[in-house]
RNA sequence: GGUCGAGUAGCUCAGGGGAUAGAGCAACGGCCUUCUAAGCCGUCGGUCGCAGGUUCGAAUCCUGCCUCGAUCACCA
């Protein structure tokens, strides 16, 4: 379906070369929404014609007003006001599109089509610490794009790349066997994840006393730092690691098992998903035998000690090192291993990565050195780069125990939403789905609280000040869902009309009905849009527009109590589609809508 | 120092060539005998970091500067 921008802005074209001889360029067509406080619903700007026209703004407008009143049949009639000329299309128009709405099954979703799927990685936590609040932001956006993607008709696959070996695992295993006294899971009580994170914080503390006691007795801090007794023993663990060492690979196995029972919780709670999971431990060794022959086909460089490098330094980068000299992989390598590798699996037509903006220039190395390796689908590598989330005083930091933690902050915000329902009179103790609608509302405004922000901008958040439920919110939206639900429940027991029968008047809707039908009508746009530039914001921010569209609709207008069946059914529809929207915008959100609140 | 990103109301954020720059929070004032007041309506609040430039028109594009952040490891 062709919008209605795309359809004026041709027929101004047309309306300009009848009228003035010289077929104008589309992007000196500028048509936009009308501003609300003005009459008309779509606005084409005048001043780029003027020098095509020879005439002034407000005659061009005339003219071209009066051509498309004449020649365009949604067209009703023109304002012009100064080099505006305003288009109001006819209720005809507005009843077409909102009567093929109501029809369609899952409006403003695409469905899928045939094409090479698009990958999203996201998530990629380390098995060394439980999630936390940068973790929440990653995953909520990982989840949500992947849904915006899906909605704009694509294939689409999640992936997970568990970073499950390497050092920092090392660390915490060390740690548990030496001062763990055999804990686990079930003897501590704790989450399988916060009992290794523990482990891996108590790796660091006994290695800083080893680090600060060899620099008392003389040492300068790099050597004390690398020959640190617990240092080299974890060095020693990853090599038996890699050596396929029965002892090392069974506790390794043992305590991932009860890192994965812990994220299982958490993931589950956050509503995310994946459909495929690699894990490191798996694909490590994949980059090498690329960049090896990259070196045979001498698009790398070797240097004297052996390492292997990408000379980027002609694309103003630096050289990349994606050999250490005793042959072993970095990174980058890995990197370049698993890209490959999800490319042969999937064949994508572009590959998302979720990753912070803090490796953005890992992302555009790992670009250009495919690029060198002559891959040619270099550039379906998208790194989709997120601001890092931040406290009132900074990044959150381990050793300063200012981590937000992912299982205690959905927690207190659970605390926060029973006890502002509470408060409110909504729900009492033990009611019946009290439970579960703790859980929608308190995820509904964390969850909403991250997406409503542009991804690439960082986000503050203060812990002390407990995130919002009124206002620019999750819950606000949630409860215009439940009102809505309410009414229509209402208007059932009432035995009222819902669904139209033609003879609803749309010529002359109360400006809260045309501002609902105008906000419906973008939902599509809103979603192509979100989905070309990968942002869950653009969504969330409509959902808002829309709920507080309605919620003037519901204090303005009377539903129920109207005389004219024919209003009250349209209201009604409208109050139907209007829940639906926001449903399936919420659902892209992956934030879920209850029936009562 | 190089590269990249960000600076919009007291605070958190929208807007990314077009009309008088918008929301929420906070503050203040109204609206529940009437469809759910987690709501609605109103008041207050701005040198869109600074300076140039392009344009009929700049918060938006370009250049320079300032501030903040990230990054530039034989770390991941």
Redesign the pocket.
Known sequence: MINIEQLLTQNTIEAVKALYNTEPEASLV?V?K??P??Q?DY?I?M??LLRISKKNPVQTAEDIGQWIINNVDIAEKFDV????L?ITLKADYWKGFFTGALREENYGIVPTRDVAPVVVEYSSP?TNKPLHLGHIRNNLLGFAVSNIIAANGYPTIKVNLV?DR???ICKSMLAWQKFGNGETPESSGMKGDHLIGKYYVRFDKEYKLEVAKLIEQGMDEDEAKESAPLMQEARAMLRRWENNDAEVRSLWEKMNSWVYAGFDITYNRMGVSFDKIYYESETYLLGKDLVLKGLEEGKLVQ?D?S?VWADLTNQ?L?EK?LL???GTS??MTQDLGTANLRYKDYMPQKMVYVVG??????FDVLARVLKMLGKEWADTVYHLSY??VELPHG?MKSREGTVVDADDLMDGMYDT?KQ??EE?G??KEGDEGADA?YNM?SLGALKYFIL???P?????FNPEESI??????G??IQ?TY??I???LR?AAVQNKRIELNGDEDFTSLHSAEMDILKALHEYPGVIKNAGDNLSP??IA?YA?DLA?AF??F????????EDDENKTALRLSLSLMTGKVIKSAMGLLGIEVP???
């Open positions: 500028a936009q009308t501003r406080e003005i008309g606005t700007v001043f780029p006001i100064k080099g505006f305003n380390n970073n390497g050092i920092h240097k000690d390492s103003g630096d090192i250490r000299s005793d970095v990174y903006n803090e490796q953005n220039y890992h601001g890092m990044k939403a502002m329902s409110l909504k729900v609608l509302v409503k922000v542009d690439k901008k960082k986000m503050l919002d439920f009124n206002g620019n919110t819950p606000f409860y439940a009102r639900r309410s009414l209402k914001a653009m921010n808002y507080k919620n003037s519901y204090q303005e207008v009377s539903v129920l109590k029936e009562r609140m």
